[in-house]
């Protein structure tokens, strides 16, 4: 293994270390119930959330403060995309969505402060998001559309004979679904945060060092925008597949 | 020699997976790059697709995070 | 193993497939999400909302009232030229009228100059026709004596009805 290669060497590459849930006070036992440093991190995010949407608008201002404008910026960003894509009748489940966006947007962010642990980057939090996401839409396209909703997956704009073909295609993407909007998150943020730590083992060189920290700033900035592209991607996918839910046959 | 030849599978199926995100690299590159040409030829359109464009580049990335997740595995898991 | 170097886990090497922990995780995520859910739908979207409605509300009131005063302000210049144009109307009335008036009294005091004038060359020509009148006379009674001083000095005896005729004779051819 890289690890016993190159400890002659004093490298210690640990790039998955960072992503180990640890229970918060001691012991090794990781229970259900367990405070451990995932729920550290969830209620920094809820913090972080409740500062930025709760107070920063506790004054209500028509002529909004610094604070306020943030707040107002990402409620009208998640605002206008659940409209322009879901319609005016998606907008019923903005908060929904809009919970969605600032847990994986604060998670996602917080994963970037140093020694910080990434709840986003584990498959079971993303994984959950998603089947969450999927449960939602297709109960919904059920309960609004009925049998209907089934029309979806036979594609009358086709020929006949490929019809049964890309039936079984489409209901096949359909589960596939869940798998590739959660892995897509937990994959883009495990490889960023592994590829940062890889970087910064480098550091261990003193020959390396500079080159090892340019990269990892060079990371660093790529990262910023992964965790905000990711979390923009994951509301939007979910706002898309809310429209097809709505109005399957668009 | 240290390891034996698994080890050394695993090392190689690695590599050869993390070809996989090259490639996803490759299919981001077009979708962005199509988009900015059409965008070039239209600029008015462009600001109604962003949307379109962040979804597209998510599908074409999430096929090479499946190959990164594949050395993952073969690195770690396996 | 990478992570059995660090002797951290004794599961698999990636902790996000460390099963263990997957309940732990889940119980916490769902836990968060209710509590944003609940602070998102009843405390912080609503306010926002409320607070963007507010604004547009200003704003379209604001736009309202900038329109209504934009409005007064056409009407009190189309005001302003109506009061323009009457006063200039009125002024060219009075001007009209001043000229009229004028011309009226010019006119009055340009016949009374006249009534005087005529009424000065009347007695002027009156004055000229009393004097003439007296100077014929005058110049008759001349005549008269002359004539009966010459008489008198040729050595004739006139008698003062023949000199007067023959003056008053002379006097008419």
């Known amino acids: 293994m890289a690890t016993d290669a190159a400890t002659g060497t004093g490298l210690k590459f640990d790039p998955m270390g960072q992503f180990l849930v640890k229970p918060l006070f001691g012991g090794d036992m990781v229970n259900w119930y367990t405070p451990t440093n995932v729920t550290l991190w969830m209620v920094i995010a809820i913090l972080g959330i409740t500062a930025m949407l709760v107070l920063g608008t506790s004054r209500r201002a028509v002529i909004p403060t610094r604070s306020q404008s943030i707040g107002e910026l990402a409620y009208g960003f998640v605002y206008k995309m659940v409209e322009d894509v879901t319609g005016k009748d998606g907008l019923r489940y903005f908060p929904y969505i809009m919970t969605l966006f600032m847990f994986v947007l604060f998670s996602n962010f917080l994963g970037l402060v140093p020694m910080a642990f990434t709840t986003t980057s584990h498959i079971a939090v993303t994984g959950v998001l998603a089947l969450a996401v999927f449960l939602t839409v297709t109960i919904l396209g059920f309960v609004k559309n009925g049998p209907a909703f089934l029309g979806m997956f036979w594609v009358t704009s086709a020929p006949l004979a490929l019809r049964p073909v890309l039936a079984l295609i489409e209901v096949i993407s359909y589960f596939v679904r869940p798998v590739s909007h959660s892995i897509r998150l937990a994959g883009n943020m495990t490889a960023g945060h592994a590829v940062v730590k890889v970087f910064a083992a480098f550091a261990g060189l003193v020959a390396l060092s500079p080159l090892a920290i340019l990269g990892v700033v060079a990371m660093y900035g790529l990262e910023i925008l992964v965790c905000f592209i990711q979390a923009y991607v994951f509301t939007i996918l979910t706002c898309v597949y809310l429209k097809d839910a709505l109005h399957p046959h668009h | 020699m240290e390891g034996d030849i698994a080890e050394m599978g695993k090392f190689i199926g690695a590599g050869i997976s993390a070809l996989g995100m090259g490639l996803a690299a490759l299919g981001v590159g077009n979708v962005a790059g199509n988009f900015l040409a059409g965008a070039l030829r239209n600029p008015s359109a462009a600001a109604g697709q962003t949307a379109t464009l962040f979804i597209g580049i998510a599908f074409a990335e999430a096929l090479g995070i499946f190959s990164f997740l594949v050395a993952l595995l073969l690195m770690f898991a396996v | ?173």
Not at chain 3, 82 to 104: C, G, P, T, Y
Not at chain 3, 144 to 154: F, G, H, L, P, S
């Open chain 3, 1 to 173: 193993m990478a992570t059995e170097a660090t002797g951290a886990a004794s599961g698999p090497g990636m902790p996000q497939l460390d099963f263990s922990t997957f309940g732990n995780q889940i119980f916490w995520l769902l836990i968060t999400l209710v509590v944003i859910y609940f602070i998102l739908s009843r405390i912080a979207l609503p306010r926002i909302g409320a607070v963007l409605a507010e604004r547009q509300g200003t704003i379209t009131n604001d736009i309202a009232a900038a329109e209504n005063l934009r409005a007064k302000a056409i009407e009190a210049e189309a005001a302003y030229n109506k009061a323009l144009a009457d006063a200039r109307l009125e002024a060219n009335r009075i001007i009209a009228e001043a000229k009229a008036d004028i011309q009226a009294d010019l006119d009055k005091a340009i016949a009374k100059a006249d009534a005087q004038i005529a009424a000065k060359a009347a007695e002027g020509e009156k004055a000229i026709a009393e004097i003439r009148a007296t100077a014929l006379e005058n110049v008759t009674e001349v005549a008269k004596d002359t004539a009966k001083e010459i008489v008198a000095a040729m050595g004739g005896k006139a008698d003062a009805r023949s000199v007067t005729a023959a003056v008053n004779a002379r006097m008419k051819g």
